[in-house]
């Protein structure tokens, strides 16, 4: 079943995204982050006036309600970063880190806090492997006790294993949509994201300047906040034909 308002108006952004529970977001949002193509850094909120913040919120409504954004806001930047000690020259000691907009963070923000974790409670406990506040020595313990177990008792053990370096730009979009609708998302939240996705591109920067924007055909966008949740419930899918056999 679809997610359900606390209230019997149904769920709605108008419900859901208040005014406070904006404030919330926007509180939860690390300061001086690096911004996206629009350069509209998350520190003029922090710092605007109440009116200004009303007007924001007023208007990212309605593009959520409308699933209609800023071209930009569907658009990723990938810059290169030293891991540990600078040193610009060893490329194997950088990591690519890929910058989105302030707008797309906090649509992304509200889903993951307002649609993804109310959800959570449906995945498979068998998927627990990736969820927070799980520790990795307990998962390992955990195989550990899966594989003795099977072998004691003769059965088949099955263990899906995930490049998380390549999960998220791989799963199909529409898939991935068809998914948590199926999971319990609201129709409105599924067709805000689609929109938001709807012409993804990305780009390139480096000392010699940007690269030319090129499509994203598939996959969750690398550095978005809600993509990690996304991948998740996709992965559910796969747990649920494995524990199927």
Known sequence: ??????????????????????????????????????????????????????????????????AT??????????????????????????????????????????VREHVFKPLDTRLLFSQAGFRAGRQTLEHVQELHLA???????????????????????????????STIARCGAPPEVVTALRGLYADATGRYDSAHGMCDPFHILRGFLQGAVESPDFAKFCINVLMEIMELK
């Open 1 to 66: 079943p679809a997610l359900a308002a606390a209230t019997d108006a149904g769920w709605s952004f108008d419900s859901q995204l208040t005014f406070s529970a904006f404030q919330t977001l926007l509180s939860r949002i690390l300061a001086h982050k690096a911004c996206g193509l629009d350069g509209f850094q998350i520190d003029f909120l922090h710092n605007a006036s109440p009116a200004f913040l009303r007007h924001y919120h007023r208007l990212l409504l309605q593009c959520m309600q409308h």
């Open 69 to 110: 954004f800023p071209a930009a806001w569907s658009a990723v930047v990938a810059v290169l970063l030293p891991k540990k000690t600078p040193a610009p020259t060893r490329v194997d000691l950088l990591r690519d880190i890929w910058l989105t907009t302030t707008g797309s963070r906090i649509v992304g923000s509200f």
């Open 147 to 177: 594989i003795h177990n099977a072998l004691k008792l003769h059965a088949n053990i099955y263990v899906l294993w995930v490049d998380l370096e390549k999960c998220f730009m791989t799963f199909p979009r529409e898939a991935g949509l």
